[in-house]
């Protein structure tokens, strides 16, 4: 299954990842199936870093990053992961990558002067007992990581539980929310909703039997004012009907742009937390 899917998943995501799947194709087959040998997961660990960042190697993240997930996924579909940053070093980026799936790399995010990196939790999928890698790249382009091992199986081929036609039902519907106490210039987590199926095309569909063609997000924006929060890349991995939470500090009206693989773009703006009487 990955020799067949990583290719077409990963073909427009990017120069790196369609060489980070090449160079999985064309490692030896224990190394392309880690399983649970430690040594077998850090030779696979050791071809990603490579690929992904040359020969910049992540230091011991201790202090700096943080990854928080469950040791067993409930739904394989659907894994909660949380990303801690310190704020001892100044984060331009953020790499969430899950060794073990088909396409590795589930999001990058770049950070711009409105985000308020603290905290990010999204959802993602889940293919195989994997170790996850939280790597964060400072202005300097240092890299800090942090790792944890996830027991999980089968989350990239498991089916959405409903027809296609409800799966792609509102597709490009963006929500986003404010806690109660969100207050314009004052830093504050929102939570983003996008409803899209992130079909990745390893998904049986459960009445034709036919697999269902890839479609899945490829780029989330968020501007608030004039100033960027995040731009993020991502791929197959992300879990269906992705929310993610995040930090910024809004500055009037927030504005999410998204873009999928099948050149479909939506745009919605928000109003930002109004100061209260």
Request: contains cysteine; glycine residues 8%.
């Amino acid at each position: 299954m990955r020799a067949f899917f990583a290719p077409r998943a990963v073909a427009s995501f990017g120069f790196a990842l369609a060489a980070l799947t090449a160079a999985f194709m064309a490692s030896p087959p224990a190394r392309a199936a880690a399983g649970d040998d430690p040594a077998e997961r850090e030779a696979r660990w050791q071809d990603i870093a490579k690929t992904v960042f040359g020969d910049r190697a992540p230091k011991d993240g201790a202090g700096v990053i943080e990854l928080g997930t469950s040791l067993r996924a409930e739904d394989a579909s659907l894994v909660p992961m949380t990303v801690t940053l310190s704020g001892k070093e100044p984060i331009k980026g953020m790499y969430l990558i899950i060794d073990d799936n088909p396409s590795p790399v589930a999001a990058h995010f770049i950070f711009g002067p409105a985000a308020d990196p603290r905290e990010i939790k999204l959802r993602v999928r889940v293919n195989t007992y994997t170790n996850v890698h939280a790597i964060a790249e400072t202005a300097d382009g240092g890299l800090y990581e942090a790792v944890r091992f996830i027991k999980a199986a089968g989350g990239c081929s498991a089916p959405m539980g409903m027809s296609n036609e409800e799966a792609m039902k509102d597709i490009g519907d963006i929500r986003l929310k404010f806690p109660p106490d969100a207050a314009p210039g004052k830093a504050t987590q929102a939570t983003l909703m996008v409803r899209h199926p992130n079909f990745n095309g390893m998904q049986m569909d459960q009445i034709s039997r036919m697999y269902t063609p890839a479609r899945y997000i490829q780029s989330i924006s968020v501007t608030t004012g004039d100033k960027k929060v995040f731009d993020l890349s991502t791929d197959i991995s992300l879990a269906s009907n992705p929310v993610i939470s995040f930090g910024l500090v809004p500055q009037g009206e927030v504005k999410i742009a998204v873009d999928d693989s099948d050149k479909a773009h939506w745009e919605k703006s928000f109003p930002g937390p109004q100061l209260s009487n």
